[in-house]
């Protein structure tokens, strides 16, 4: 069983940087990969970046690339998403989720695809 927790979300103003965390809960969690994701009201949930936990390899939206990066520390079990230049459309739930299967279909983009999920963390930003 895996249990996800992030934190770091606020209210920030537009341009201001943020980085989230996720913490694992979880001995073994060599095996999964980490994945972010947010949901803004009214809209679906939307892939932002993902990172396999043991290579490290990261694939991220286009949307986001270039300004969003996914990292995480191995010795504390946690994975980040540190943001820049944050925009008002930036506004939204972000959650952690973790896919214990990516070695058999490849980092997947659709939420389905996650076994695990934290309870999120709201963003605001600001104009």
């Known amino acids: 069983q895996v249990q996800l927790g992030e934190s770091g979300g606020g209210s920030v103003q537009a341009g201001d940087s943020l980085r989230l965390s996720c913490a694992a809960s979880y001995h073994s969690f060599s095996n999964n990969a980490m994945a972010w994701f947010r949901q803004a009201p009214g809209k679906e949930r939307e892939f932002l970046a993902a990172i396999t936990w043991s290579g490290g390899l990261t694939v991220y939206a286009d949307s986001v690339k270039g300004r969003f990066t996914i990292s995480r520390d191995i010795t504390k079990s946690t994975g980040y998403l540190q943001m820049y230049g944050l925009k008002p459309e930036d506004t939204a739930v972000y959650s952690c989720?973790?896919?214990?299967?990516?070695?058999?279909?490849?980092?997947?983009?659709?939420?389905?695809?996650?076994?695990?999920w934290g309870q999120g963390t709201q963003v605001t930003v600001s104009s």
């Open positions: 989720a973790a896919d214990v299967d990516w070695r058999t279909h490849g980092i997947q983009f659709e939420p389905e695809a996650y076994e695990y």
